[in-house]
C-alpha cells in the first residue's frame, strides 16, 4: 500500500497531506488557544485536523520506509543513504510531535467546550501554551523534514 502508486513511488506523492495538514493543524491549535471567541467555528476543523495530521505524518513515515527499502534494494550510494537517513529522523520527530499537537489540541477542545464539565480556568490555559509550544515545535521539525528531503533529492541536479 505504501510503496506505489500507478507505478510511481508513494512517498513523494503521500507526503504533500502531511506537508499540508500538519501545519494546518499548528496555526488551527494555536488561533483556537489564542483566540476564544473563534472556538465555536473552528473547534470543528481543530478536531479533524488534531487527527488527520498525525495520521497523515503516519502514511508519509510508512512510505518513506518502503522507498528507502527501494533505494536500498536498488544499491543507492551512502551519502544519499546517509541523507535519507537524516531526513527520517526528522521525519519521525515530526510524527511524534504532531501527535503531541494533536493530542493537546484535542484536550484542550475537550476543556473548554459547553459540553465539558466545567474544567478549571487554568486548566485552559496549560493546555493552551502546551498547544503554542507543540505548535512550534512541530512546525519547526515539518519545516527541517522537507527541507532535507528536498536537499536529498535536488542537490547537485
Request: net charge neutral; charged share 10%; glycine share 10%.
Amino acid at each position: 500500500m505504501f510503496e506505489e502508486i500507478a507505478g510511481l513511488p508513494a512517498h513523494p506523492l503521500l507526503v504533500h497531506a502531511a506537508v499540508v495538514f500538519i501545519p494546518l493543524l499548528a496555526v488551527v491549535g494555536v488561533v483556537y488557544a489564542l483566540v476564544p471567541k473563534v472556538r465555536a467555528r473552528i473547534g470543528w476543523a481543530a478536531v479533524l485536523l488534531a487527527v488527520g495530521a498525525p495520521l497523515a505524518a503516519l502514511v508519509a513515515r510508512q512510505s518513506g520506509q518502503e522507498l528507502e527499502k527501494r533505494l536500498v534494494a536498488a544499491n543507492y550510494g551512502q551519502e544519499i543513504l546517509a541523507q535519507v537517513d537524516d531526513h527520517q529522523g526528522y521525519g519521525d520527530l515530526t510524527l511524534w510531535f504532531s501527535l503531541g499537537l494533536g493530542a493537546a489540541t484535542l484536550l484542550l477542545v475537550f476543556a473548554t467546550s459547553s459540553r465539558a464539565r466545567r474544567a478549571p480556568a487554568w486548566l485552559a490555559w496549560v493546555l493552551s501554551a502546551a498547544v503554542i509550544v507543540l505548535a512550534g515545535f512541530t512546525g519547526y521539525f515539518v519545516f527541517k523534514t522537507g527541507d532535507t528531503g528536498a536537499n536529498a533529492v535536488w542537490s547537485g541536479v
